[in-house]
């Protein structure tokens, strides 16, 4: 088969035949949103943010440089959950752009009905700070970064799911990175099933 039929498989599966989840996940910062949004567009899968489900308590919360607890991201989770199933009900693969700090938070994704992969996104705290300097109209308050690297879980060995990306490098690079490596988690589930 060559690479291009290969390609064009793999992209049916994605689309038609097995619900995926595409995770990419990190502190803020790291550039999810947009990641997700580019891997979202080249595979058409429905791009979802889980910023968009913060309740506005939460974002004013957050702006006051406050980190949220665990308690105050249960009904966050909860939301985001349900829409996800109802996509999936939907038969819809999803790239989703989630901080996946906790790892008993993550393996809420893995009991989805989705075929869910990772895509863990890495930088140095410098790096993310003068990323964030230069946003605008975000409510995550930059003073929360600190925070966010305390409460950021790295996954586990066990976590077999999750592909690590140097998100340092420039956007295109890391986001050929992200689409390479959902086309070849494609293939594998094509080639299980």
Same mark, same amino acid.
């Given at each position: 088969? @060559?690479?291009?039929?290969?390609?064009?498989?793999?992209?049916?599966?994605? +689309?038609?035949?097995?619900? /995926?989840?595409?995770?990419?996940?990190?502190?803020?910062?790291?550039?999810?949103?947009?990641?997700?949004?580019?891997?979202?567009?080249?595979?058409?899968?429905?791009?979802?943010?889980?910023?968009?489900? /913060?309740?506005?308590?939460?974002?004013?919360?957050?702006? +006051?440089?406050?980190?949220? @607890?665990? +308690?105050?991201?249960?009904?966050?989770?909860?939301?985001?959950?349900?829409?996800?199933?109802?996509?999936?009900?939907?038969?819809?693969?999803?790239?989703?752009?989630?901080?996946?700090?906790?790892?008993?938070?993550?393996?809420?994704?893995?009991?989805?009905?989705?075929?869910? /992969?990772?895509?863990?996104?890495?930088?140095?705290?410098?790096? %993310?700070?003068?990323?964030?300097?230069?946003?605008?109209?975000?409510?995550?308050?930059?003073?929360?970064?600190?925070?966010?690297?305390?409460?950021?879980?790295?996954?586990?060995?066990?976590?077999?799911?999750?592909?690590?990306?140097?998100? +340092?490098?420039?956007?295109?690079?890391?986001?050929?990175? %992200?689409?390479?490596?959902?086309?070849?988690?494609?293939?594998?589930?094509? @080639?299980?099933?």
């Amino acid at each position: 088969m @060559t690479n291009k039929a290969q390609q064009v498989l793999a992209q049916h599966v994605l +689309e038609k035949k097995v619900p /995926h989840l595409f995770i990419v996940m990190g502190v803020s910062g790291t550039g999810k949103s947009s990641l997700a949004k580019t891997l979202a567009d080249e595979h058409s899968l429905i791009f979802v943010d889980a910023d968009d489900f /913060h309740s506005e308590q939460a974002k004013k919360y957050m702006a +006051e440089n406050k980190p949220l @607890t665990d +308690e105050m991201r249960a009904p966050w989770l909860a939301a985001i959950l349900k829409h996800l199933n109802s996509l999936y009900q939907q038969g819809q693969s999803v790239a989703l752009a989630y901080s996946g700090l906790k790892s008993a938070h993550r393996n809420l994704f893995r009991d989805l009905p989705f075929y869910c /992969h990772f895509f863990y996104l890495t930088a140095n705290k410098e790096v %993310i700070a003068k990323r964030m300097a230069q946003r605008e109209n975000h409510f995550f308050s930059p003073a929360l970064l600190a925070s966010q690297f305390a409460a950021m879980q790295a996954p586990l060995l066990s976590e077999s799911d999750v592909s690590p990306i140097n998100s +340092e490098r420039p956007f295109l690079l890391v986001a050929n990175e %992200i689409n390479k490596l959902s086309q070849l988690v494609t293939r594998k589930v094509m @080639t299980k099933k």
